[in-house]
């Protein structure tokens, strides 16, 4: 099975980055983490990847005038480094059409709450927004991105249930431990190329 190159995108503390790495680390995904990008300085998340000797870089968006130059400095730590898939781990940055359709079916990202559910929101405003619906049952789902935002074909999802006393900081953590497994096998999957997407959906291959 070939070693596919990952670049992943972040903002925060990357706890995904870390499970991600230590999947790699472990041998159960066959995968390189070429390139770590931030677009915040001090992120966790780039501490992190400078403790496994990963190329760690800041860019800050804010450097640019538009987004899709930002995008275009991104696509090129991206593409320098063959990058095959690109991962989104808590980045807080909406991408255009413009980096999009430069890695059609290629980028990955993680919802904490089970698509459609919570679709376009970040943070806090999930689980208020989950807590707020009553909903017994919340989770997290990894999708495709594509340009309509939460919206690309899912590829898996993990359910975690809501309990009556929760708060919206409860429920994260409740939802953040079952990520930690949903993306290292979401990318696991894509990896063996056992992801066929048809349509919005996607079929896991055997
Ligand atoms: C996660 O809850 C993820 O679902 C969301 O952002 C958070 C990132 O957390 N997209 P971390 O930086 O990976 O710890």
Not at 57 to 86: G, P, T, W
Not at 167 to 187: D, G, K, N, W
Request: charged share 25%.
């Amino acid at each position: 099975m070939t070693n596919i190159k990952l670049g992943v995108l972040v903002s925060g503390s990357g706890t995904n980055l870390q499970a991600i790495i230590d999947a790699v680390e472990q041998g159960v995904l066959n995968a390189e983490l070429a390139v770590v990008i931030s677009n915040k300085k001090d992120a966790y998340a780039l501490e992190r990847a400078r403790k496994h000797q990963i190329p760690a870089l800041f860019i800050n968006h804010k450097d640019y005038a538009k987004r899709e130059d930002f995008e275009q400095a991104l696509i090129k730590e991206l593409d320098s480094r063959n990058v095959d898939l690109v991962c989104l781990a808590g980045f807080m940055r909406v991408l255009t059409p413009y980096f999009v359709n430069h890695f059609p079916h290629r980028i990955l990202n993680i919802h904490p709450a089970l698509l459609p559910a919570a679709k376009g929101l970040y943070g806090e405003h999930v689980h208020q927004a989950i807590l707020d619906s009553g909903a017994k049952f919340s989770g997290c789902t990894v999708h495709f991105v594509t340009a309509d935002v939460d919206g690309g074909p899912i590829v898996l999802q993990k359910i975690v249930p809501v309990e009556d006393d929760d708060t919206p900081l409860s429920l994260a953590e409740r939802i953040l431990e079952v990520e930690h497994t949903a993306y290292p096998e979401a990318v696991k999957l894509f990896s063996e190329h056992k992801l066929e997407i048809i349509g919005n959906r996607v079929k896991i291959k055997k």
